[in-house]
């Protein structure tokens, strides 16, 4: 089945600077790709998300990326504000399926 | 839209007490997911339901746990009898249309303690 990896675990970085998770996905049929924010004690809320068929998603200060031939993809968020700070997961799905597997979540933290 | 609606918010039980969780999803959307988040093994898809139809229950852990999606509006996650190791954070999520691609909407959680 699908494998995800994810790193860091943890982040730690200054308010404005930019912060980049990446992720590794084993299946190569794998062709959706949604990044997910979770703030303690809520559920994941889904923030962005690509296919396979794009390389690369803005959504203002968060942007999304995707080598499909590496089998990694990428959260990048700019600016960071101290509202940022939550646990991110990446997950991955294959083209048959339904199901979303997550990678274990990086807890970042934004600092004033 | 309310969103995806989960009670109890908080559960504490004894070991080899029943737990039943509850879940009501996004009015109109067709898929429900049922996942399990703990620190060891991250967040885990349990069982997944399209129009009402238990589709693929190969997570479920063991038969101890059983879910159900009477109607298109309500689905409950039971476990009997609960052990510890079932203490967890269990997220019901919701979906538009079945299918790769379609974004999933979760539930604020319930949290469970086993003792």
């Known amino acids: 089945g699908e494998n995800v990896e994810q790193h860091p675990s943890t982040l730690s970085v200054q308010e404005g600077d930019s912060a980049v998770i990446k992720c590794t996905y084993s299946?190569?049929?794998?062709?959706?790709f949604p990044w997910y924010k979770q703030e303690l004690g809520k559920g994941p809320q889904l923030i962005i998300d690509?296919?396979?068929?794009?390389g690369e998603k803005k959504d203002q200060r968060i942007a999304v990326t995707l080598n499909k031939t590496a089998k990694h993809f990428s959260l990048h968020i700019t600016e960071t504000q101290p509202e940022d700070s939550a646990v991110y997961f990446c997950?991955?799905?294959?083209?048959?399926?339904?199901?979303?597997?997550f990678g274990k979540g990086t807890s970042l933290l934004v600092t004033p | 839209d309310a969103g995806v609606i989960q009670s109890p918010r908080h559960e504490v039980t004894e070991m080899g007490q029943e737990v039943t969780l509850r879940c009501k999803p996004i009015?109109?959307?067709?898929?429900l997911f049922w996942y399990r988040q703990t620190m060891m093994r991250g967040l885990e898809l349990l069982i997944y339901?399209?129009?009402?139809?238990?589709?693929?229950d190969s997570g479920m852990p063991e038969d101890r746990f059983s879910a159900k999606m009477p109607n298109a509006s309500f689905s409950t996650l039971k476990i009997q009898p609960s052990e510890p190791r079932d203490s967890a954070v269990y997220f019901c999520?919701?979906?538009?249309?079945?299918?790769?691609?379609?974004?999933?909407?979760f539930g604020p959680g319930t949290r469970l303690l086993v003792l």
């Open positions: 999520a919701s979906s538009p249309l079945a299918g790769v691609g379609e974004t999933q909407y």
């Open positions: 299946d190569s049929a794998s062709n959706y």
């Open positions: 690509i296919r396979s068929n794009v």
């Open positions: 997950a991955a799905s294959v083209d048959s399926g339904y199901a979303l597997n």
């Open positions: 009015s109109g959307h067709n898929s």
């Open positions: 339901f399209n129009n009402n139809v238990p589709i693929d």
